[in-house]
């Protein structure tokens, strides 16, 4: 079975989040289950793409709003990544460094999913499933079945997955013109709130949307920024599918970013190298519980509420924890949580920017993982924090629900609060403060989040059964 990973993200090329993570490791678990999978990417002018060789496989030209755009499709040609991975190269518009946040990147998402089909459709392939990633590709399923240039493939079955519900990607009807000739009896199926809305038409559209959990799923239809009716009219044709992680990328035993490797068999002598090194880089005590945080600094994320929380938590625990802060996000949040680390630099770090390898020894040195989320659809640093032994302090919502049990519960491993405030934070702070004082029990917890199984086998499986679901005749 031939099928097609589109998306805006894909690691190590481009990552910027969770999207990139998923997209760099779903295909390479999919085809050692069996499946074609590969990945057609945006262009970017970035590490990956300057250090691997490309072949030219395609060569053509498409329009898009009244103009002609010359467009090549690459090849890497070693397969690096454990699966094809193509770039589609449009001089002008897709041959950058940064992944969003372009004032043209209406036109960059349009342009990328238009070379893309007219490639698979000038030459003459016909994949056996299209499988889009949010809303940047969010416009195939409508086009295919619904643009007389693409009439070829309207058959071609599509599954969308929503990593991030709150963002749409939605423009004005003015800008039409950006796409092909559509069939406009169905202009319907582009629409939401009186605009193009990719998001709510790639769900109206496609043969079946996923989420990247089961919570999410449900949650959706009560959170989403305007399209909760959608979501609820639509329900039939959803599923929950919870992230797996890459156990070869995220692998306490062999990750060569950390300071020491370690096992889950006997894990304490190794954790304790990765928290001096990391308490040193910092300039902070080892002898205290070390709690971290990685992430897009956003309202999501719950990052506002964390400058207060650390203030309230260093003050109220007298000092008794020390904090480190990996992120970049809202200018506001970034200014405040420096003001925290200024004022009280013994006990909280804050990093701002992104750092791939520093997240690395964040999960290995780390003694907790705070994750405050307001809204969270899979959430994979609760995942990696597992994986190396760490902690979880989560919100209980989304992925984070159906991926962390409280400690005092039966086979428990994490912290768990019920509410996105600073309060159930600080509470949460405390209860970790009381666990790290049991070092016979969080020993014995830390064995037991190693052996937890997170890995995409699973959940590649569920993929794989959906897409046979939707492809009988193979
Ligand atoms: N400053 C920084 N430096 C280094 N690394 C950083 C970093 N900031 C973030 N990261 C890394 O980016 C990834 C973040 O993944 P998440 O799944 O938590 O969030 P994201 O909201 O991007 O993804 C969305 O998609 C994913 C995938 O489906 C869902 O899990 C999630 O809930 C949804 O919001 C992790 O690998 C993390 O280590």
Same mark, same amino acid.
């Given at each position: 079975?031939?099928?097609?990973?589109?998306?805006?993200?894909?690691?190590?090329?481009?990552?910027?989040?969770?999207?990139?993570?998923?997209?760099?490791?779903?295909?390479?678990?999919?085809?050692?289950?069996?499946?074609?999978?590969?990945?057609?990417? &945006? !262009? *970017?002018?970035?590490? /990956?793409?300057?250090?691997?060789?490309?072949?030219?496989?395609?060569?053509?030209?498409?329009?898009?709003?009244?103009?002609?755009?010359?467009?090549?499709?690459? +090849?890497?040609?070693?397969?690096?990544?454990?699966?094809?991975?193509? #770039?589609?190269?449009?001089?002008?518009?897709?041959?950058?460094?940064?992944?969003?946040?372009? &004032?043209?990147?209406?036109?960059?998402?349009?342009?990328?999913?238009?070379?893309?089909?007219?490639?698979?459709?000038?030459?003459?392939?016909?994949?056996?499933?299209?499988?889009?990633?949010?809303?940047?590709?969010?416009?195939?399923? /409508?086009?295919?079945?619904?643009?007389?240039?693409?009439?070829?493939?309207?058959?071609?079955?599509?599954?969308?997955?929503?990593?991030?519900?709150?963002?749409?990607?939605?423009?004005?009807?003015?800008?039409?013109?950006?796409?092909?000739?559509?069939?406009?009896?169905?202009?319907?199926? #582009?629409?939401?709130?009186?605009?193009?809305?990719?998001?709510?038409?790639?769900? +109206?559209?496609?043969?079946?949307?996923?989420?990247?959990?089961?919570?999410?799923?449900?949650?959706?239809?009560?959170?989403?920024?305007?399209?909760?009716?959608?979501?609820?009219?639509?329900?039939?044709?959803?599923?929950?599918?919870?992230?797996?992680?890459?156990?070869?990328?995220?692998?306490?035993?062999?990750?060569?970013?950390?300071?020491?490797? *370690?096992?889950?068999?006997?894990?304490?002598?190794? +954790?304790?190298?990765?928290?001096?090194?990391?308490?040193?880089?910092?300039?902070?005590?080892?002898?205290?519980?070390?709690?971290?945080?990685?992430?897009?600094?956003?309202?999501?994320?719950?990052?506002?509420?964390? &400058?207060?929380?650390?203030?309230?938590?260093?003050?109220?625990?007298?000092?008794?924890?020390?904090?480190?802060?990996?992120?970049?996000?809202?200018?506001?949040?970034?200014?405040?949580?420096?003001?925290?680390?200024?004022? !009280? &630099?013994?006990?909280?770090?804050?990093?701002?920017?992104?750092?791939?390898?520093?997240?690395?020894?964040?999960?290995?040195?780390?003694?907790?993982?705070?994750?405050?989320?307001?809204?969270?659809?899979?959430?994979?640093?609760?995942? *990696?924090?597992?994986? !190396?032994?760490?902690?979880?302090?989560?919100?209980?919502?989304?992925?984070?629900?159906?991926?962390?049990?409280?400690?005092?519960?039966?086979?428990?491993?994490?912290?768990?609060?019920?509410?996105?405030?600073?309060?159930?934070?600080?509470?949460?702070?405390?209860?970790?403060?009381?666990?790290?004082?049991?070092?016979?029990?969080?020993?014995?917890?830390?064995?037991?989040?190693?052996?937890?199984?997170?890995?995409?086998? +699973?959940?590649?499986?569920?993929?794989?059964?959906?897409?046979? !679901?939707?492809?009988?005749?193979?």
């Amino acid at each position: 079975m031939r099928v097609y990973h589109l998306s805006a993200e894909c690691y190590p090329i481009a990552k910027v989040g969770g999207l990139g993570d998923v997209v760099g490791a779903l295909p390479k678990y999919q085809k050692l289950a069996g499946i074609d999978a590969a990945v057609a990417l &945006p !262009y *970017y002018n970035r590490n /990956f793409v300057q250090e691997h060789s490309f072949d030219v496989v395609f060569r053509a030209s498409t329009l898009m709003g009244g103009r002609r755009y010359e467009f090549e499709i690459l +090849k890497e040609k070693h397969d690096t990544l454990g699966f094809e991975l193509y #770039l589609i190269y449009v001089p002008g518009l897709l041959d950058r460094t940064e992944v969003y946040s372009y &004032p043209d990147e209406r036109e960059q998402f349009i342009i990328y999913q238009l070379c893309f089909l007219d490639w698979i459709n000038w030459s003459q392939q016909t994949p056996d499933l299209i499988h889009c990633h949010d809303h940047h590709t969010g416009l195939v399923p /409508f086009l295919l079945q619904h643009s007389a240039l693409y009439k070829r493939l309207a058959n071609v079955p599509t599954v969308f997955t929503i990593h991030n519900g709150q963002y749409h990607g939605a423009f004005g009807w003015e800008r039409v013109n950006l796409l092909p000739e559509i069939d406009m009896w169905k202009g319907g199926l #582009l629409e939401w709130s009186g605009g193009i809305n990719p998001l709510a038409s790639a769900v +109206k559209c496609c043969s079946r949307y996923t989420t990247v959990s089961p919570s999410y799923l449900q949650e959706l239809q009560v959170n989403s920024n305007g399209l909760e009716y959608l979501f609820w009219v639509e329900r039939a044709k959803g599923q929950g599918i919870i992230n797996g992680i890459d156990t070869e990328v995220w692998n306490p035993a062999t990750d060569s970013m950390i300071a020491a490797t *370690y096992t889950a068999d006997k894990p304490d002598a190794g +954790k304790k190298k990765n928290k001096e090194a990391l308490c040193k880089r910092f300039n902070l005590s080892t002898d205290k519980p070390l709690v971290s945080f990685i992430g897009r600094l956003v309202g999501e994320k719950g990052a506002d509420m964390i &400058p207060e929380a650390l203030v309230r938590s260093i003050e109220q625990y007298a000092g008794a924890l020390n904090f480190v802060i990996l992120g970049t996000g809202e200018v506001d949040v970034q200014e405040a949580l420096k003001a925290v680390s200024e004022r !009280y &630099p013994e006990n909280c770090q804050v990093f701002i920017g992104y750092n791939e390898e520093l997240s690395h020894q964040i999960y290995a040195g780390s003694d907790f993982l705070l994750m405050p989320s307001r809204v969270e659809p899979c959430g994979l640093n609760q995942l *990696y924090a597992l994986r !190396y032994g760490t902690v979880p302090m989560v919100r209980s919502t989304g992925g984070l629900k159906d991926t962390v049990i409280d400690y005092s519960q039966a086979d428990g491993y994490g912290i768990a609060f019920a509410n996105a405030s600073a309060d159930d934070m600080i509470t949460a702070v405390g209860r970790a403060l009381e666990l790290y004082k049991n070092t016979a029990q969080l020993q014995l917890l830390c064995k037991r989040m190693m052996a937890l199984d997170f890995s995409w086998n +699973k959940s590649a499986a569920e993929y794989i059964q959906l897409y046979q !679901y939707l492809t009988p005749n193979l």
